[in-house]
């Protein structure tokens, strides 16, 4: 991939893709961590006088226009961090867009509206992809949150714009977690969340290459249940139970260790906080659900979690956005924050946690692809970092 460096940016227009998919509360940005994380580049980027035209997703709008995943509020949040005035643009293509990109001056900044306002993002279709492309004459992604869509504003513009690279931030995720591809041993991987789905590829390759997998959140009733045991209420896929007992036969095959929930905090439901009561593996009672790891999991985990050399972790340990049931995912936090291994955390929910823990600079890295950061670890690669090789 080139950099962004290498690139004579002044007086031009830049295309760059960010992921500013982040959460929204009340019409508020309630996480500006993506967005402080792209900073650098466009700071950069407009100190080399390029004209820059930021575009990205939000949510999952269907292909249309929806006011609820409105970019809008985030180029609020975004001049406010940037500390410069950041032009709102109400579409992402077409001549509102043209005209706009048009009227830019040297090191002015913009912001488009959301790209899945169209069709044509999600199915990377050629003609939004070249009225996006017509936007520009550079091309630089940032946005590594969003590089395993193969999505037109990921690897549909980059092919028509000779001119491309990856942003800073893109840089620092590909170099920081490629060190996970060759990690320093014992190398341990901690999953959470609540699917299972979706990580499958993920789960069958760090099974062979984690030297230990410790396994929280929901991810684990599918485990629970894969070795027989009740898992009464709890969030359960059952077809991804065959997957659970795959990767306990690769494990035990690979001579691996795979280190369950010794115990879980169950509850009626995530609200059910008086309930709350801690309870064996096997003991997870027919009309409770398993809402956290209990005290003897993070005990199980600290001890093993101590001699390893680098630590890899996606997903919550429970539902962490309700207390009590957000001391494994807290705790656990704070132990890797300790640990003098190579940290690196992915992921939306556990980023999060991190911040709210205080421990994000702790860290050796917090990736800001969750889902990204998974199918990097499982192909050493993405589409949109082979968008920009091409
Ligand atoms: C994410 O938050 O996972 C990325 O921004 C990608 O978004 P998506 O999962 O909606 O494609
Ligand atoms: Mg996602």
Avoid at 238 to 263: F, N, Q
Wanted: proline share 6%.
């Amino acid at each position: 991939m080139k950099s962004m460096r290498e690139l004579p940016l002044a007086g031009r227009r830049l295309f760059l893709r960010v992921d500013f998919n982040v959460p929204i509360a009340e019409g508020r940005v309630s996480d500006t961590t993506r967005i402080r994380e792209t900073l650098p580049t466009v700071r950069a980027a407009a100190e080399a006088g390029a004209r820059v035209l930021c575009a990205s997703h939000l949510g999952k709008p269907k292909g249309k226009p929806d006011p609820k995943y409105s970019l809008a509020p985030v180029a609020v949040a975004f001049a406010q961090l940037l500390g410069r005035p950041v032009r709102f643009v109400d579409d992402c293509a077409g001549p509102e867009a043209e005209r706009a990109a048009r009227s830019l001056q040297d090191g002015e900044v913009l912001l488009l509206e959301n790209l899945r306002f169209h069709a044509g993002e999600e199915k990377n279709d050629p003609e939004f992809a070249a009225a996006l492309a017509a936007l520009c004459e550079v091309y630089v992604d940032d946005a590594f949150g969003a590089a395993h869509r193969a999505h037109a504003s990921v690897v549909g513009v980059p092919r028509l714009v000779s001119e491309k690279a990856a942003g800073l931030l893109m840089e620092k995720e590909v170099r920081e977690l490629s060190r996970l591809l060759e990690p320093e041993r014992p190398f341990a991987a901690i999953l959470g969340g609540a699917k299972i789905s979706g990580k499958i590829e993920t789960l069958r390759v760090l099974a062979r290459s984690a030297d230990v997998l410790l396994v929280g959140g929901g991810m684990a009733n599918h485990f629970v249940k894969a070795l027989g045991l009740p898992v009464g209420r709890s969030l359960l896929d059952a077809e991804s139970v065959p997957l659970a007992r795959e990767i306990l036969e690769l494990c035990k095959k690979e001579g691996k260790t795979l280190a369950l929930p010794s115990d879980f905090v169950v509850g009626k439901s995530p609200q059910d906080a008086e309930g709350a009561r801690t309870v064996g593996i096997s003991k997870i009672p027919d009309d409770a659900m398993a809402l956290d790891v209990g005290p003897k999991t993070l005990e199980q985990f600290e001890r093993l979690l101590d001699p390893v050399r680098t630590i890899f972790w996606n997903g919550p340990m429970g539902v962490f956005e309700h207390p009590p049931f957000d001391r494994g995912t807290r705790t656990l936090a704070m132990l890797l924050a300790d640990s003098d291994a190579v940290t690196v955390v992915g992921g939306g929910e556990s980023v999060a946690a991190v911040v709210q823990a205080g421990v994000a600079d702790r860290f050796t890295h917090v990736s800001t692809g969750g889902g990204a950061s998974l199918e990097f670890l499982a192909e050493g690669t993405l589409p949109g970092i082979e968008a920009l090789e091409g």
